[in-house]
Antibody
Framework: EVQLVESGGALIQPGGSLRLSCAAS????????MTWVRQAPGKGLEWVSL???????DYADSVKGRFTSARDYIRNTLYLQMNSLRDEDTAVYYC?????????????WGQGSLVTVSS | EIILTQSPPTVSLSPGERATLSCRAT???????LAWYQQRPGHAPRLLIY???SRPTGIPDRFTGSGSGTDFTLTISRLEPEDFGVYYC?????????FGQGTKVEIK
């Protein structure tokens, strides 16, 4: 059974930094395209970052230059390093992955980790 | 940059009725690049449709995806009580994933 478990969310002041983790079981993070998706309170879904199995990483314009995705092969964990945080980064952050029979559709989702940016 | 526009923003229906949700792209997209998700309050999204018309394992056949080019549709043939929530379409480009703004399906 595949599980994605996010952690690291917290209340942080504007301008601060935070690192989210997504611990995976039942899949190997280095062998899948994985994404970060966020959802601000009462708002829709926003794609944040894509890390492809081959290592290519892309970011939404709203976080480019401030957020960095990475993966740890030994811990089988995905990370999202968030710097220079702004009020508008307040959201639940999900990590996601496709399944072998879902094309690139994101079949697996974590439970989400809440990041609140506020002074 | 491709933008997805979903309509209507909200639809009010009764259990047993048919729901038709639209997702329109600003440029033609490959059918393999279009997915639909359902999100119930307090839950993570759930993949309903990938490749515009394919259902993952475990998704009921009352959910049907169709369309091509710039116009895509999600049809729920007979609404069940657990189907009420927000539905999103998503496009996968070469280096990005884009969501539509969502359609809320509420109980009439």
């Amino acid at each position: 059974e595949v599980q994605l478990v996010e952690s690291g969310g917290a209340l942080i002041q504007p301008g601060g930094s935070l690192r989210l983790s997504c611990a995976a079981s039942g899949l190997i993070v280095s062998q899948r395209d994985m994404t970060w998706v966020r959802q601000a309170p009462g708002k829709g879904l926003e794609w944040v970052s894509l890390i492809q199995s081959g290592g290519k990483i892309d970011y939404a314009d709203s976080v480019k230059g401030r957020f960095t995705s990475a993966r740890d092969y030994i811990r089988n964990t995905l990370y999202l390093q968030m710097n220079s945080l702004r009020d508008e980064d307040t959201a639940v952050y999900y990590c996601t992955s496709a399944s072998p029979d879902s094309g690139w559709g994101q079949f697996y989702w974590g439970q989400g980790s809440l990041v609140t940016v506020s002074s | 940059e491709i933008i997805l526009t979903q309509s209507p923003p909200t639809v009010s229906l009764s259990p047993g009725e048919r729901a038709t949700l639209s997702c329109r792209a600003t440029q033609p997209v490959g059918s393999s690049s279009l997915a639909w998700y359902q999100q119930r309050p307090g839950h993570a999204p759930r993949l309903l449709i990938y490749g515009a018309s394919s259902r993952p394992t475990g998704i009921p056949d009352r959910f049907t995806g169709s369309g091509s080019g710039t116009d895509f549709t999600l049809t729920i043939s007979r609404l069940e009580p657990e189907d009420f929530g927000v539905y999103y379409c998503q496009y996968h480009g070469w280096s990005s994933y884009t969501f539509g703004q969502g359609t809320k399906v509420e109980i009439k």
